[in-house]
């Protein structure tokens, strides 16, 4: 069930979003919560762009303890909040807040991380980043800390450029997708939420590369694409069970219990 945010019932945390209906993140919190045998509720709330601030105000008001804001109110919640965490700061997006304090963290960066340890994936062959969006900026950061050798490509070759200048990442920005050679391929375009599919030529890339979608659900066609090649492929579970067990941790100081998470969105 999704709420919109003058509607909205008492509970204690929330991820915020336009869409938001089809989150995974209630499902993922709230068996945490079971787990952990914690009295919270975690509900979806749906805001409009240009409405996060009051929509904050009157979850506070609510008694609410901590929201996650997803795509597309990440900047935007940055008015919100007080206090940034080092990830938020650089990155320029907040996903998770606490409300008692009006702080914020963003979790999706190092949330990225984790995933790439559990993959056991290391700097070597280049890291391509197909995207410049939103969150390709956590991605990006995430990489160039983790010290890939970056490669971006974006439909919109100045976008990407801006987001070198604005992250002061080292990477180098690609007039086409060119995949040869890749270690580790990261599909950051939301191409496949509108049935598009992205141009790409998989014949040179080596057979041990991995092919990463942000993307959870459906396989898009990138990944499609990536297993017909013979490539190991991830989808946006991973990340998305990744931030949110950070996120947990972030509010309530507990371990959270990933192995629960990762099984309510399964
Ligand atoms: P943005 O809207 O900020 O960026 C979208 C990106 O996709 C841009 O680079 C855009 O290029 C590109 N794009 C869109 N359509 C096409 C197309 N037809 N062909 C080529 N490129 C295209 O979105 P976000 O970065 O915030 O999110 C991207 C995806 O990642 C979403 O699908 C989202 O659901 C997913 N995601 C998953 C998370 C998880 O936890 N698993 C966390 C965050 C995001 P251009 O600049 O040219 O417009």
């Known amino acids: 069930m999704t709420f919109e945010w003058r509607e909205v019932e008492e509970a204690s945390f929330a991820v915020i979003g336009d869409p938001v209906s089809h989150s995974l993140s209630p499902a993922m919190h709230n068996a945490a919560f079971a787990h952990l045998s914690l009295p919270y509720r975690y509900v979806a709330i749906h805001v409009s762009p240009g409405e996060v601030c009051d929509a904050l105000d009157r979850l506070t008001h609510l008694g609410y303890r901590g929201v996650n804001v997803t795509v597309p109110h990440k900047e935007e919640a940055l008015g919100w ?4 965490d080092p990830f938020a700061r650089r ?3 907040v996903n998770t807040i606490r409300m008692a304090d009006r702080a914020a963290a963003n979790t999706d960066t ?6 790439l340890d559990e993959l056991g994936l290391k700097p070597g062959r280049p890291a391509v980043v197909l995207g410049a969006g939103g969150s390709a900026r956590g991605v990006c950061v995430a990489l160039a800390e983790a010290g890939f050798d970056l490669r971006i490509w974006n439909r919109t070759r100045a976008r990407a450029e801006h987001l070198i200048e604005r992250l002061v990442v ?3 920005v690609m007039e086409t997708p060119d995949l040869a050679e890749a270690g580790l391929i990261v599909n950051t375009t939301s191409a496949a939420l509108k049935g598009g599919a992205l141009e790409l030529d998989w014949s040179g890339v080596p057979g041990d590369a991995v092919a990463y979608d942000l993307m959870y659900g459906e396989p898009t066609p990138f990944l499609e694409g990536a297993r017909a090649s013979g490539l190991k492929t991830v989808d946006g579970a991973a990340l998305l069970v990744a931030q949110g067990a950070r996120s947990l941790e972030y509010w309530l100081d507990v ?3 990933r192995h629960v998470m990762r099984e309510a969105i399964a």
């Open 81 to 84: 909040v007080d206090h940034l």
């Open 91 to 93: 990155v320029g997006a």
């Open 110 to 115: 190092p949330g990225f991380l984790d995933t």
């Open 170 to 172: 080292p990477a180098t």
């Open 255 to 257: 371990d959270a219990p």
